[in-house]
T-cell receptor, first 114, second 113 residues
Framework: AQKVTQAQTEISVVEKEDVTLDCVYE???????LFWYKQPPSGELVFLIR??????QNEISGRYSWNFQKSTSSFNFTITASQVVDSAVYFC???????????FGAGTILRVKS | SAVISQKPSRDICQRGTSLTIQCQVD?????MFWYRQQPGQSLTLIAT?????????ESGFVIDKFPISRPNLTFSTLTVSNMSPEDSSIYLC??????????FGEGSRLTVL
């Protein structure tokens, strides 16, 4: 079975602080894909990143960075110098080797205060 | 990416009625997916809709309750039948653009009274 755990239900930070959102996954598949999505208060789901299981390189995109560690089955997401507009629910998700089904974590609510 | 449009964006419905949600994509896609997000919860896959075949439903979801149509490669509908307050959710359409990169529509927020 596949499972995604986002242990942090809610995080509050002050603007300009760095914040890391944790994601731990479980799968028996050799090949799999990990995703992060952002859901702002308006409700739409915004795709942030997809990483396949064979690529453990960390990725940086502007203020966003992702740390993929297969040894600990984690795919953590860091926002540097957070801004109020970063306030949203962030979902980590897993897709297995076969099919296109996404298994989502419970989500982490991020509140960035000015 | 893809432009995915859903209608309605939100609706308030009476118990016992049915509502059909439409999902339109600006390019042809093989696979379309319908997810449900109950209030304060994560997303759960309802079914996978392929053009030319019946939808494939996940455990806990049945065709009588959530009939799906997929008449062509750019369009799909999800009907929520005989609604109850427990069906109040955001329903999201998703498409697989290439090799597992899934994009979502803006969602349809249903409130059932």
């Amino acid at each position: 079975a596949q499972k995604v755990t986002q242990a942090q239900t809610e995080i509050s930070v002050v603007e300009k602080e760095d914040v890391t959102l944790d994601c731990v996954y479980e799968t028996r598949d050799t090949t799999y894909y990990l995703f992060w999505y952002k859901q702002p208060p308006s409700g739409e789901l915004v795709f942030l990143i997809r990483r396949n299981s064979f690529d453990e390189q960390n990725e940086i995109s502007g203020r966003y960075s992702w740390n993929f560690q297969k040894s600990t089955s984690s795919f953590n997401f860091t926002i540097t110098a957070s801004q109020v507009v970063d306030s949203a629910v962030y979902f980590c998700a897993l897709m297995g080797e076969y099919g296109n089904k996404l298994v989502f974590g419970a989500g982490t609510i991020l509140r960035v205060k000015s | 990416s893809a432009v995915i449009s859903q209608k309605p964006s939100r609706d308030i419905c009476q118990r016992g009625t049915s509502l059909t949600i439409q999902c339109q994509v600006d390019s042809q896609v093989t696979m379309m997916f319908w997810y449900r997000q109950q209030p304060g919860q994560s997303l759960t896959l309802i079914a996978t809709a392929n053009q030319g075949s019946e939808a494939t439903y996940e455990s806990g979801f049945v065709i009588d309750k959530f009939p799906i149509s997929r008449p062509n490669l750019t369009f799909s509908t999800l009907t929520v039948s005989n609604m109850s307050p427990e069906d109040s959710s955001i329903y999201l359409c998703s498409v697989d653009m290439r090799a597992g990169e899934l994009f979502f529509g803006e969602g349809s927020r249903l409130t059932v009274l």
